[in-house]
């Protein structure tokens, strides 16, 4: 399997779902159910316990959000798919394309 073979998606499949929709948490997840919902949705509200900062930055309901994340192929496909250009910001501000398997090496130490 590849991203080229993943199935795609598709907001024509959707239809109309109803008046508003509510997400609870404005996590990366959060943020793409909300997308997906808005072509099904008049509105959609996302709530999060914290504000939504205007920069890049961690926030502090996020505990992981101060280490490197990575994105597998297929994600990123979906997302571009959903937020078209999303890939080109990241890259603009500064996150890199790499090959999980060919450009990194993990290393694994015995706890004994």
Known sequence: MTAATLPR???D???????RAVVVGASVAG???????????????V???DDLPAEPV??????????????LAGGRATIEDLLPGTSE???AAGGVITDR?????????SSS
């Open 47 to 49: 709530l999060d316990s």
């Open 13 to 19: 499949a959707v239809g109309d779902a109803g008046e």
């Open 89 to 91: 910001d990241v890259i």
């Open 58 to 71: 961690a926030r502090g309901g996020a505990p992981q959000g101060h280490h490197p994340h990575a994105l």
């Open 9 to 11: 998606y598709d907001p």
């Open 101 to 109: 398997v060919g450009d990194h090496r993990e290393e694994r130490r």
């Open 31 to 45: 943020l793409l159910a909300a997308r997906v919902l808005a072509d099904g949705y008049d509105g959609v509200t």
